[in-house]
């Protein structure tokens, strides 16, 4: 199993610009999530979906949005890319919710200039 | 509010040496409790958690972390340190199982093993 897949691994944008983050699971797992790193700041939950067709927003959903039309991708979209998106983004899948584990992508590093 | 505060940026290490990087946490039921750690350049992996039952919890790569409810803390432990344990560990819970609860993530804490 390749586990959690992301595509690409760095991009820059410019001010306005918009684009997509690719985030793929091959564990079969009905729970996604998307994560900002910023540095210092821990892991901050932008949108997670419960499975194919449910998505809900977390803690910093502002800028974001995403879909989930299978339940092996969860693609995160930044329609108008801001200074404040610069960040390394993380996504992650578990089999359950509560107390399961979850399984992190190797991350995509954006920088808006 | 649920929260959790991992009080040390950065804890450093002689090799052999017990390692403790600590973690407390404060939620309004039972917390979940998880430790993962973060290679350069890499995403998380789970190291272990604590979920019911035994209050010292064994994981991965020779870890463990004690649950003390009345000190509402988490702590991760290590027997003797290896040079390759150097890395960004996080903390997180969350509040019980409803669909309504969420996984909070500490700030991380940078442990360096020195030779």
């Known amino acids: 199993n390749a586990g959690v897949t992301q595509t690409p691994k760095f991009r820059i944008l410019k001010i306005g610009q918009s684009m997509t983050l690719q985030c793929t699971q091959d564990?079969?797992?009905?729970?996604m999530y998307w994560y900002r790193q910023d540095p210092g700041m821990g892991l901050k939950l932008i949108y997670y979906s419960v499975g194919a067709g449910i998505t809900d927003k977390g803690e910093v959903p502002n800028g974001y949005n995403v879909s989930r039309s299978t339940t092996e991708d969860f693609p995160l979209r930044l329609e108008l890319a801001a200074p404040s998106q610069t960040s390394v983004y993380f996504c992650?899948?578990?089999?359950?919710?509560?107390?399961?584990?979850?399984?992190f992508g190797p991350g995509t590093r954006l920088t808006v200039l | 509010a649920q929260s959790v505060a991992q009080p040390e940026d950065q804890v450093n290490v002689a090799e052999g040496n017990p390692l403790t990087v600590k973690c407390t946490y404060s939620v309004s039921g039972n917390p979940y409790l998880f430790w993962y750690v973060q290679y350069p350049n890499r995403g998380l992996q789970f190291l272990l958690k604590y979920i019911t039952g035994d209050n010292l919890v064994k994981g991965s790569y020779g870890f463990e972390a004690e649950f003390n409810k009345s000190q509402t803390s988490f702590h991760l432990k290590k027997p003797s340190a290896l040079v390759s344990d150097s890395a960004l560990y996080f903390c997180a819970v969350r509040d019980g199982y409803s669909s309504a609860s969420k996984i909070i993530f500490g700030s991380g804490t940078r442990l360096s093993i020195r030779p």
């Open positions: 992650a899948s578990s089999l359950l919710r509560g107390e399961d584990t979850q399984y």
């Open positions: 564990m079969n797992h009905n729970y």
